[in-house]
């Protein structure tokens, strides 16, 4: 009962958090409550014992991710008018998408009235397993070109992350090495010569 009471709990919140990434009018705004949903989600995985998952969710999107979206918003200086000029085109097709949800969230609690069951409870785990264990043993044999095809992405996202924050703006100050190296004195220092004032 409690366990039911933490998940209906923090299932609420994240619903929360993600409805306050669609509809905040701040892009800063929305990358926290993006943030606040990634943390629900990690309890979430706590809950089904998948620890392993929850603090990898909390420290690569949280802790890595996120903070890079962070940033590139920042840097960015994004203009929300110009953004917003376009959401009436995207309308029909995120109705539609909308509508397909509710439909089938509407079969999920409409079988679930029924009382069919689809999902079987899962048997207990022995003391002695480890999800880690067992999660790094399918990753490193089963899916390691798909691992490391996802590492490979992930640097790319970075790399183009860091190229659109150093483009040129108009009050972007770049340092110039070579014209710092080639200064001359002559070009820094003006020695001004002008006659002695007496003091009255």
Do not use: C
């Not at 993006?34 to 089904?48: D, E, I, P």
């Amino acid at each position: 009962m409690f366990l039911n009471l933490l998940f209906y709990t923090f299932g609420a919140v994240l619903v929360g958090a993600a409805l306050g990434v669609v509809f905040s009018r701040n892009p800063v705004h929305a990358i926290m409550f993006l943030v606040l949903a990634f943390f629900n989600s990690a309890v979430l995985w706590l809950l089904l014992e998948a620890e392993f998952l929850a603090i990898a969710l909390v420290l690569v999107y949280v802790g890595a991710v996120m903070v890079l979206f962070l940033f590139v918003v920042m840097m960015l200086d994004v203009n929300v008018e110009q953004v917003r000029e376009g959401f009436a085109r995207y309308m029909p097709v995120g109705l539609l998408v909308a509508f397909i949800m509710v439909v089938e969230l509407g079969q999920v609690i409409w079988v679930r009235s029924w009382g069919i069951s689809t999902l079987t409870t899962a048997p207990p785990l022995p003391e002695d397993y480890s999800n880690t264990k067992a999660l790094g043993k399918v990753l490193y044999t089963e899916h390691v070109y798909a691992f490391e095809l996802a590492s490979v992405i992930l640097l790319l996202a970075i790399v183009a992350a860091i190229t659109l924050t150093m483009r040129k703006r108009p009050n972007l100050k770049q340092q110039d090495i070579a014209a710092q190296v080639a200064v001359r004195r002559e070009d820094r220092v003006r020695l001004v010569s002008m006659p002695a004032e007496k003091k009255e």
